[in-house]
Nanobody
Framework: QVQLVEFGGGLVQAGGSLRLSCVAS????????MGWFRQAPGKEREFVAS????????YYTDSVKGRFTISRANAKNTVYLQMNSLKPEDTGIYYC????????????????????WGQGTQVTVSS
């Protein structure tokens, strides 16, 4: 089982960009569907984006379509989330997650115990 560590969070003004990275340990990263989730203060964690193990297909929640891009580099055991045109409502803790038991298309329902999760990285977008 891989372990995940996120990097790249920070404070940015509305309209700005950030790139999150999630680095996995282990040699089976390329077998995992990977995704990004976020949790805003006082709200439940929500699905943001996911990508198939090969990187051939990606999925997004409606609120980030056209602004965020998920990608992966299996040779580097890394998945990325490029976030452009950031809005204050994008503020939250962003978590990377991986699973071998769900397709990327169905990662939106991934539970805390149903996959591997990183510790999270804070993203704050000021208005």
């Amino acid at each position: 089982q891989v372990q995940l560590v996120e990097f790249g969070g920070g404070l940015v003004q509305a309209g700005g960009s950030l790139r999150l990275s999630c680095v996995a340990s282990g040699r089976t990263f390329s077998l995992y569907s990977m995704g990004w989730f976020r949790q805003a203060p006082g709200k439940e964690r929500e699905f943001v984006a996911s990508i198939t193990s090969s990187g051939s297909s990606t999925y997004y929640t409606d609120s980030v379509k056209g602004r965020f891009t998920i990608s992966r580099a299996n040779a580097k055991n890394t998945v990325y989330l490029q976030m452009n045109s950031l809005k204050p409502e994008d503020t939250g803790i962003y978590y990377c997650a991986g699973t071998r038991t769900r397709s990327a298309q169905n990662m939106g329902a991934l539970s805390s115990s149903g996959g591997v999760w990183g510790q999270g990285t804070q993203v704050t977008v000021s208005s």
